[in-house]
């Protein structure tokens, strides 16, 4: 029997990127001591008191169906946080609590993508984005933010990949390259968005991860409520990756239409979960600033760790939790780079193709492991670096 065109066209055929990590593994569950630098995610584990939350919850009975839509509470607490970081009036019905920031990604493009329509998104990329895009049957478009410019991308490239697009799929800060952009990147963007018509999707998964510079979220840019839909989740702010609990926000007719599709799909996310949602984003941005803390303090050490040599560049890491290395000095490709790095160091990184053209010639490392691992990691990136350079 044949699957549908759609469900098999998911990947687009290509190698999905994750050849160096799996080796990794492959390694180290043989016994072999190696440095993992490519796993997107926090060390540490969600706070206990916001388990004691969910725990509570479903002792007191929520463990049945709850509102497809999400809790009031929960879409308030949302609301809130949204109005409070960016100034735009935001209620319950300018929100949906959904099982992630992946299922918003694909609920928003389901939301505004016909079957053939195209969807830009911004390459480097992280790795599900058009694997979800041809999900709902619409055709991935990457417009390319180059490394010389930061990864942050320019204004005549979307212009020129924009004129029969639908929709325009964006995040800042940045997996994997560690951008945040710029006011003028983010006016570049909504003026590209209004010239020619597009849905803004903006995943901000990790806004709460911000080293340099300013988040910026586009909805608060003049004229664009109406067009930009916002994705976030708990995961990355508050270290609940597996409890899956997210949220889109924009205009109450779009969330109507997704709550549709909810009702069809996901039938909403635990009621226990909700609650700890709740609890999690009433302990503020202190609660926020404690997950962010390993990070924003790894990233200067990694500056630290590669001061004095100028072999293996650190791209601007100005927030989340990676850093993307440009190795294009020793000649090789990131694939062939990380590959001979996991051979010579037992460091295991993700190459930047993997990410999509735009990461040529770097590797990225998520600073996902203890202070001192990550230091002696990066100290023998760049000598091996050093080493595979001509003399
Ligand atoms: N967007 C980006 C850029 C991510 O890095 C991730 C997770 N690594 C997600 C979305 C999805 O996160 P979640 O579904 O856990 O909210």
């Known amino acids: ?5 759609r469900i098999s066209n998911i990947t687009g055929g290509g190698s999905d990127g994750w050849a160096v990590h799996y080796r990794a593994l492959a390694l180290r569950a043989a016994g072999v001591p190696v440095i993992l630098l490519s796993m997107g995610e926090h060390d540490t584990r969600t706070d206990p008191s916001i388990l004691d939350a969910m725990h509570d919850a479903a002792r007191a009975g929520n463990t049945g169906y709850s509102p497809v839509v999400g809790f009031d509470s929960l879409r308030d607490a949302v609301a809130d946080r949204i109005q409070t970081r960016t100034g735009v009036p935001t209620g319950r019905d300018n929100v949906i609590i959904v099982p992630g920031g992946q299922a918003a ?23 599900t984005y058009p694997g979800t895009i041809r999900a709902v049957g619409a055709t991935p478009r990457a417009v390319l933010a180059h490394a010389d410019n930061g990864f942050q991308p320019r204004r005549a490239d ?45 995943d901000e998964v ?12 586009p909805r608060a840019l003049s004229d664009m409520a109406d067009r930009t839909l916002v994705v976030n989740s708990l995961s990355k702010s508050h270290a609940m990756t597996g409890s899956r609990v997210g949220w889109v926000c924009g205009p ?4 109507h239409a997704i709550h549709n599709l909810a009702t069809h799909n996901t039938y909403g996310v635990a009621g226990f979960v909700q609650d700890a949602a709740v609890f999690a984003l009433a302990q503020g941005t202190a609660a926020e600033e404690a997950v962010a803390a390993p990070f924003r303090r ?9 001061a004095g040599q100028n072999v293996v560049r650190a791209a601007p890491i100005s927030g989340a939790m990676y ?11 990131g694939d062939a780079f990380a590959e001979a790095l996991l051979d010579a160091e037992r460091i295991g990184t993700m190459p930047g193709e993997s990410f999509g053209a735009g990461g040529a010639g770097h590797i990225r490392v998520a600073m996902t492991v203890a202070d001192d691992l990550l230091v002696d990691a990066l100290r023998r990136i760049a000598t091996f670096a050093a080493s595979r350079c001509a003399p």
Request: with cysteine.
């Open 323 to 333: 850093a993307m290395l440009d190795i294009r000095a020793t000649g090789l490709t």
């Open 105 to 127: 990604l694909f609920a928003t493009h389901h939301a505004v993508c016909d079957p053939g329509d195209t969807a830009l998104f911004i390459d480097p990329y992280y790795a």
């Open 206 to 217: 990790y806004d709460t991860q911000v080293w340099e510079g300013r988040h910026i979220s």
């Open 158 to 202: 979307l212009a020129a990949a924009a004129p029969d697009a639908k929709s325009l799929m964006i995040n800042s800060p940045n997996n994997p390259t560690g951008a945040v952009y710029t006011p003028q990147t983010m006016d570049d963007i909504a003026d590209t968005c209004r010239d020619h018509d597009l849905w803004l999707i903006s």
């Open 252 to 255: 109450p007719d779009v969330i």
């Open 1 to 5: 029997m044949k699957l549908s065109h």
């Open 298 to 306: 790894r990233r200067q050490l990694v500056l630290d760790a590669l």
